[in-house]
């Protein structure tokens, strides 16, 4: 289950309360991933810069909100006001690899990346899968633009060997403030359209509608029915349309649709697919926009898909388990077994987590496979923790297995418990802090070098 969310948040600071954005009342089951496109997320340079440098506010939000629920960031990409977040479950971590992101920018004939397309790929159980949030030109006259500057940043190519284009993935998302606009109807039949909830009047005359009935590339997207009112453009903390002088004219800018590569590949193919062409599969679930959030001009919307796999992976690359009892008055031990064709590293590291750790780097301490390594046979290898990086306060923790070839986590253990320190519990927070202040600076040393 996946839940993707697209908002232009218009510079404004994370609201208060985002449950019902990310369905988290929801009474099904819960949701596998997370993926959040926004749009002018505040890049006045100040903010911009304080942004290199530590996670920015939207960033700490989102984090802030999944992390005890069992959700880590997998991966980020950031272009100036654009933000692209991934969020996913523990127990898929390590079933998604080869995590790469690109951005391209468009604004200013591609100099300045005000607009333009920030993209994340990955293989999710050995399908390849794409996610791209765009901010495409404003304005009812350059749909044309629009079409452009999409059609270039589908161009972009990734960055190293036996990375697919992005038409060439199984799954492609793309989504956005697309800026497509109302074209024709004035202002007065659209509102009133939107008023008596007759929205299949306006359908005909949504611009990315009209160019996926001219344009072959654009065909093989799909979209859910825009069975709510246009997303753009409100009075902030309202629900009530323009009321200032520009008067701009309601339109559905804020968009998701999708692409299946089998489904474009057989399309000419009569009758069902064949079990082994249908290897992977998109439903949407629903698609709707969320009028309660007011902090900016746009409403975000929100599309809940499910994707079915058959997956290509089935076995970790690596497996691993803490022996023993484990707590801070004696050094601690910790098991591991790799798949035979596992591309191993000496920069490769265990990390010690919370189990509510919310992204990679958020680790309590760790362990490089071979400087820290005591013993190894064919079928396993163990590795030691000091005693002095393992938390006083103890807690419930997993262990994740960092490969540095592949740049994600290729293993986690289950969830287990590390018991109090009986002594030395009131020194654990100077401890901790002493802790990880050495093992970063190991950590970034070793990065540089």
């Known amino acids: ?39 002018e997320v505040n890049s006045r340079i100040t903010n911009f810069l304080s942004d290199l440098a530590f996670d920015d506010p939207w ?4 984090m802030t909100v999944l992390s005890p629920l069992g959700y880590i960031k997998l991966s ?10 991934i969020f996913v479950k523990h127990v898929h971590l390590p079933f998604v690899r080869d995590i790469h992101t690109h951005y391209t920018r468009t604004g200013l004939y591609g100099y300045w990346g005000n607009k333009g397309g920030v993209t994340i790929r990955m293989s999710l159980y050995g399908h390849t899968v794409c996610f791209m949030n765009c901010h495409l030109p404003a304005h009812m006259e350059n749909t044309e633009q629009r079409l452009d500057d999409f059609e270039k940043i589908l ?52 611009q990315l509608n009209m160019a996926k009935k001219k344009e072959a590339f654009l065909q093989e997207f799909i979209e859910g029915p825009l069975q709510f009112k246009p997303t753009y453009k409100f009075d902030l903390y309202s629900d009530v349309y323009d009321t200032s002088e520009k008067k701009r004219k309601p339109a559905w800018t804020d968009r998701i649709l999708w692409r299946v590569k089998n489904l474009c590949q057989h399309a000419a193919k009569e009758g069902q697919f064949s079990e082994e062409e249908r290897t992977i599969s998109v439903t949407l679930n629903n698609y709707i ?17 499910g994707l079915e796999l058959k997956p290509l992976l089935t076995d970790p690359l690596v497996t691993l388990n803490p022996e023993g009892e484990w707590n801070a008055e004696h050094d601690v031990l910790l098991n591991y077994s790799a798949v ?28 490089w496979v071979e400087d820290d390594e005591i013993s190894s046979n064919k079928d396993s290898k163990q590795v030691y923790m000091s005693a002095a990086e393992i938390p006083d306060t103890g807690g419930e923790f997993v262990l994740c297995y960092y490969s540095n070839n592949l740049q994600s986590i290729v293993g986690i253990s289950q969830p287990f418990q590390i018991q109090p320190n009986r002594t030395l519990i009131g020194r654990d927070l100077t401890k901790e802090e002493n802790s990880w202040t050495r093992k970063t600076d190991n950590l970034e040393s070793r990065e540089e070098f």
């Open 59 to 62: 960033s700490i939000f989102f």
């Open 155 to 206: 161009e972009m190519q990734f960055d190293g060997e036996n990375i697919p284009s992005t038409l060439d993935h199984d799954v492609l998302f793309w989504f956005g403030d697309l800026n497509f606009r109302i074209a024709d109807y004035g202002i007065h039949f659209v509102r009133e359209s939107i008023n008596n909830k007759r929205y299949n009047l306006l359908w005909e005359k949504d």
């Open 289 to 305: 926009s969320h009028m309660s959030y007011g902090i900016s001009d746009h409403k975000p919307v929100t599309g809940t898909f």
């Open 76 to 85: 980020s990409v950031r272009m100036q006001g654009l933000l692209l977040l």
């Open 340 to 367: 035979p064709e596992f591309p191993s590293s000496a920069w490769d590291w265990i990390g010690l987590f919370k189990v509510t750790f919310r992204h990679v780097n958020d680790y309590v301490t760790y362990a």
């Open 1 to 39: 289950r996946l839940h993707l969310v697209t908002w232009n948040v218009g510079t404004a600071s994370p609201p208060p309360d985002v449950t019902s954005l990310l369905q988290l009342d929801s009474l099904g089951p819960s949701m596998d991933m997370y993926v959040i496109g926004l749009q």
